[in-house]
């Protein structure tokens, strides 16, 4: 059936608007004016005429890194993100314990704290706080970050942790004055606490997934490129997509970007079929996605030099140069994309150097990538052009960092990082993510960071110099996007050709003052010609 959307204020390309779009088979066929999408049409063939009301549509947003399933998983747990002190956080999981009694082998998991948004107690949680939640079940708090996490005794207890417990490579479990396990861990040691968690179903999956797949269409995103599967139980996870897929028709489009430290386990998953773009055009397997440090915020950010703030240490690498290589050479030698976590600036150092080794000259077929590129120089910046290398940014991450970047790195570092503005202007391939749940899954107070650089109350600015306008801003959270899972000539823009997936918008957010950007509203998400979501 065809489907005429009219009477709209359509985006096709910097300042090109047209009244009109003509929809069919899940494409555009035809952009213009009503009269020109009309042209030639079966008088009698069946047709729907949906009026836009005069609304601005955009092509739908891709959110080029995202963790989908934690989005899921964060919805239908004790949410943290925003909560201002310590008494704030172990209230919330009082009352979540209230509402949501748990059973034997059970988990209190919680996501989002932030210790510098305390204003009671401006510290990091230790297993201490968290036993006055409950010292009958397991509670696990994860920072907002996802980088570090706070056990209570019960967590620590059940999973086997002492103080005589080492920490996997890669990670820390911290320890109080008397030696004892304090309940904080950070990085790779993480899974030796998270192991303690009821273990992940294919019906578990598709039922977060979806959930967070219906937050996601009620934003105006079509596509996410998340990173969801990774190591043993990576099928698990796959086979909970495929479900979702199967029982879910208003699902938005994914781009799988899965974890590998081994070589051996990434083998096994290249030879099960899943390398970078097969698939279809709803679920599509990506890149290796691998994590080379931590968090400015836990100071797990690896960087060239001691952090301003501790000169005892540099932040976490969590591979060495060495083994990294060999899984960047084995995934580019089977034609894989490569997408590697990156704040710290020796962190990017090391992964472009690894990049040196793969790409020839500008010819960076297999568009390896680096995700976050937050903390960095010019020379730094200028050594991703040199192979062409994508960056996948979030500016929504300035809101907050703009805070503690001194601090952690010191002034001079700070007035050349972040700096998303210059790495699109030197033609750089940037897109736009939200590293959700990290961050809200929210567009439009990502849009409103990249285009003010302001924190998202407006009371402070950072790096000014950095700013895009709205058109760019856009540009790099759907073309852009679609550049960096190989499907610009199919998807992120509104042309004849293209997939019928866009975001009709509550006002025109390329007239709006820019501080109004943050609270523009999606009334209706369309994917593939077919309306997923309405107001």
Known sequence: MNTIYYNGNIYVERDRFVQAMLVSDGLVQKIGTLEEVTEGLCPKCEKEMIDLEGRTVIPGFNDSHCHILGVGQALACVILHGSTSMAEILEKGRQFLAAHPLQAGDVLIGRGWNQDYFTDEARIPTRYDLDKI???YPVIYTRTCGHMLVANSKALEVAGITRDTQPLPGGVIYKDENGEPNGQISEN????IQCIVPRTTPESVAANVSLAMEYAASLGITTVQTCDLS??????VDNGYKLMYETNPNAIR???QSTFYETESYKAFLDAGCSTGNGNDMYKYGPLKM?????LGARTAY????YADDASTRGVSTMTVEHFDDMVQLADSNNCQVAVHCIGDAAIEMVLNAYDKVVDGRNNKNRHAIIHCQITDKPLVEKFTEHDI???VQPIFIHYDMNIVAERCGEELASTSYAFGDMYRMGIHTSFGTDSPVENLQPYENLYCAVTRKRLDGERTYRPDQCVDIYDAIDQYTISSAYTEFAENRKGRLMPGF???FAVLDRNIFEIPSDEIKDVQCVRTVLGGRTIFAR
């Open 189 to 192: 040691a993480q899974a030796q």
């Open 254 to 256: 994914s781009y799988q």
């Open 291 to 295: 994590f080379v440090d931590g968090s």
């Open 499 to 501: 997939l019928a997936d």
């Open 231 to 236: 190591g043993e139980g990576w099928e698990v």
């Open 134 to 136: 409950t010292t009958e």
């Open 390 to 392: 994508l960056a996948q």
């Open 303 to 306: 960087l060239r030099n001691p």
